[in-house]
């Protein structure tokens, strides 16, 4: 009988321990599209407000005009940033790139000085690029305005595909993770089926009955979730100490709202799994769990 009561206890600690691991995969992936629809919004914004207006200026405009234009335009509401680039700048720039200097067999500078200007993310699409074009050139001191329409329009559909493909993919794992957990759960409560017939039998109460295995769901669902945030937090600690750069991206508020949300996906699942599991068992006739 003492052998019979170990086995029996390292058959639920082995269940147990497969119910953690199996939880716990499943919330990393819940928990990576949740951290991929948070950090999609930063992403959007990082890549609109890397994507460049440059504003072409006149031979004549000196330094410090420049600087004063550049200056005027720092205090609009849709700029974020703006480079001054002169025209010896850019001709060492250009000479670097191309390994010879133009000047020297042209007798002059050919290249113009310019403002380079980073937008708000707000204005990073065609039609306000447009009005903002517009009235940049009614400006004496501009020649030109250039900016690469196509991709901002190719930027923009993608990010708005990519967000819409991440909220799908949100709701099928959340659906699917709950059948895969609701499975192990149950399987975890039919080995213990005839136990609770038993209690049944000597008049404990279903709220009594339910208790350790709601117990079990909490326990599940804590060890499932510091597994899976541990996991989550590995990865990115990885992704950072190979591309430091991905911090203009990630913040502590996606990271944090993720580990919550981990937490909170693994109680709820798991205690959800637990109630439905064991009120099946609860409600079935004495005959039926000899036939399943």
């Not at 019979?4 to 199996?22: N, Y």
């Not at 992403?43 to 407000?49: G, M, R």
């Not at 207006?53 to 940033?81: C, G, M, W, Y």
């Not at 009235?135 to 923009?156: C, F, G, I, P, W």
């Amino acid at each position: 009988m003492k052998r019979r009561r170990e086995k029996a206890g390292h058959r639920q600690g082995v269940q147990l321990v497969t119910l953690c691991i199996s939880t716990a995969m499943v919330l990393v992936l819940l928990g990576l599209v949740v951290f991929s629809v948070l950090t999609s919004r930063n992403l959007s914004e990082w890549v609109k407000e890397n994507l460049t207006v440059t504003v072409v200026l006149h031979d004549e405009v000196t330094t410090s005009d420049a600087k004063q234009f550049r200056n005027d335009l720092i205090h609009r509401p849709f700029v974020k940033s703006i480079d001054y680039i002169s025209r010896e700048q850019a001709l060492k720039e250009q000479s670097e790139a191309m390994g010879s200097d133009p000047s020297e067999f042209l007798g002059m500078n050919p290249f113009p000085a310019t403002l380079e200007l980073h937008l708000q993310s707000d204005y990073a699409n065609a039609d306000s690029l447009a009005w903002i074009s517009d009235e940049l050139r009614k400006n004496e001191h501009v020649t030109d305005v250039a900016y690469q329409v196509d991709l901002m329009d190719s930027v923009n559909r993608n990010l708005a595909k990519l967000n819409i493909l991440l909220l799908v993919l949100a709701v099928l794992l959340t659906f699917i993770s709950f059948s895969l957990i609701n499975n192990t759960v149950r399987l975890s409560v039919y080995s213990r089926r005839f136990l609770i017939h038993t209690m049944k039998l000597v008049g404990a109460s279903w709220g009594f009955i339910r208790r350790p295995f709601m117990q079990q769901g909490l326990l599940v669902g804590i060890i499932a979730a510091v597994i899976a945030i541990a996991v989550l937090g590995g990865c990115v600690y990885a992704l950072y100490y190979y591309e430091p750069g991905v911090l203009l991206v990630i913040t502590w508020r996606e990271l944090v709202i993720t580990a919550l949300a981990v937490l909170v996906f693994g109680l709820v699942i798991t205690l959800t799994c637990s109630y439905i599991s064991v009120n099946r068992f609860l409600r079935m006739p004495p005959g039926e769990l000899y036939k399943i």
